[in-house]
């Protein structure tokens, strides 16, 4: 019980996180630039008084007076460009928050003239049906197509590449033609509501997603962002890093055996995207990334196994922990909860995906039991609580009738935190917002579904983008997996 009202109390702080985040930034800006000032002022004080010990600086000195003014214009400036940014993304209560902190706004026509602004642009603005919103979802991207889809008709991984992934080109054409069409990305927790009673238990109803009209809102997810040792040498990144300013980057082995770092996969190519299209993005949303375990998370090698070493350890796992004689295991997980943590301030929110990458279905509720143990004994301490499990392979715990509450695994996984469940499904939509659980279907953005789509065998995407002018043109015929 009290676990769920630690749970709630951290919800609702995340979600003031982003208003508070703003407004200390602009305390710092301020606190900086009036230090500034001071010390320009005692400076120049001190040089005329050299030059001339008759001249007394006063704050009628009409020099001091016009840089000052200066200054605060600027300040209005810089905080006005901050607000419009909130706005695009139509957050216009935060929006008007931040430029009424200034002191005696009310007397600057630019600034009471942008709150009337924002102010009529959220009166226009209507909402959306949440039971009707979209949910679009990747793996890693293929970096170098040549290397990731080489000898479909001998590389069974190859030929698994080719079905389960997104080229980067073909990414980028996505994003650019959703936004195009209007779609908002929304993050999976807008669609619903949530409460907590006396007893503190979690309640759910439909949420209020406020958009202009003639915008649509859609989730996205990425899946197995643990950079398996299954994909070394076939042109994906090799793990997620931070550059010089902290922002998730990633970390690319190319062909020659060289390492670059840049926007090698959806994480860091998306925050680009929606620097530059703020209004692609609802309150500044971004995704859910599904971690399973086993190989570690986000290309660091965390989980315990690297260092116990058991017997039944997987032969990859032997022969990556054989070239790196230097392995720690406290520095993996250091790195990566640095990283987990970088990519939280930009947005990003992390589920469970299983530790092993097991169909929940077909499992016994011991084996999830034990599964989801070590979950949460090697994931979560890195990238904090969820309450959102995306389900491997798609397989949920039953048809899209609603849960059978006496469900053991249902129960069990509510036991555990969980209230959010997101299985894989093709239809345009579906999402069931229950008194006690969250469900939602997610599309598979693959190789697979944009080539089916590209030739005419299928029309599943069409109301998200032309899967023929996605398609990449290195990509081969999608071939069966057998």
């Known amino acids: 019980m009290e676990e769920k009202r630690n749970y709630k109390r951290r919800r609702k702080r995340q979600q003031r996180e982003r208003q508070i985040k703003i407004a200390c930034m602009i305390l710092v800006v301020l606190a900086v630039i009036g230090t500034s000032l001071i010390i320009k002022s005692c400076t120049t004080g001190k040089k005329e008084n050299t030059k001339n010990t008759n001249t007394v600086e006063t704050a009628a000195n009409p020099k001091k007076k016009e840089d000052n003014t200066k200054e605060k214009e600027n300040q209005r400036q810089q905080l006005l460009a901050q607000a419009n940014q909130i706005a695009a993304g139509y957050d216009y209560d935060s929006a008007v928050a931040l430029l009424q902190s200034y002191d005696g706004y009310e007397n600057y026509t630019e600034l009471t003239d942008a709150i009337a602004s924002y102010n009529e642009q959220k009166a226009a603005c209507v909402p959306i049906n949440v039971e009707e919103v979209t949910h679009i979802f990747y793996h890693s991207l293929v970096v170098d197509p040549d290397r990731a889809f080489a000898n479909q008709d001998s590389d069974h991984q190859a030929k698994g590449n080719n079905q389960w992934m997104t080229t980067i080109d073909e990414f980028n054409k996505i994003t650019q033609a959703m936004y195009d069409e209007g779609y908002v990305l929304v993050n999976l927790h807008d669609i619903a509501q949530e409460t907590v009673d006396e007893n503190g238990v979690v309640h759910f109803s439909p949420g209020t997603i406020l958009l202009p009209p003639g915008k649509k809102a859609y989730v996205l997810s990425i899946d197995d962002l643990s950079y398996y040792h299954c994909y070394e040498n076939y042109g994906f990144a090799s793990k997620i890093v931070l ?214 065998k299928e029309n599943n995407l069409s109301d998200l983008f032309n899967a023929a002018d996605i398609i990449d043109s290195k990509r081969p015929p999608v071939l069966p997996l057998g």
Not at 339 to 349: F, I, L, P, R, T
Not at 393 to 398: A, I, R, T
């Open 243 to 456: 550059d010089e300013n902290g922002k998730p980057k990633c970390e690319y082995i190319q062909a020659d055996g060289t390492t670059v770092v840049g926007d090698y996969d959806v994480v860091p190519l998306l925050d680009k995207f929606m620097e530059e299209h703020p209004d692609g993005a609802y309150h500044g949303a971004r995704g859910t990334i599904a971690l399973t375990g086993y190989n570690g998370i986000l290309g660091y090698r965390t989980d315990i196994s690297y260092q116990t070493r058991p017997a039944d350890l997987y032969k990859d796992k032997v022969k990556w922990l054989e070239n790196h004689p230097e392995f720690n295991l406290d520095q993996e997980r250091s790195e990566a909860k640095k990283v987990a943590d970088a990519m939280k301030a930009e947005g990003w929110s992390f589920a469970s995906h299983t530790w092993g990458h097991l169909k929940v279905a077909s499992i016994s509720l011991e084996q999830l039991q034990a599964d989801t143990t070590r979950w949460k004994e090697n994931v979560e301490p890195l990238v904090g609580n969820t309450d959102v499990i995306i389900f491997a392979h798609g397989e949920d715990l039953g048809d899209w009738n609603d849960y059978d509450q006496n469900n053991p695994k249902f129960q069990y996984l509510k036991s555990q935190g969980y209230n959010f469940f997101c299985n894989v499904d093709s239809r345009e939509y579906g999402v069931q917002i229950r008194d006690n659980y969250v469900r939602q279907t997610r599309r598979n953005i693959d190789g697979y579904r944009l080539y089916q789509n590209a030739i005419g």
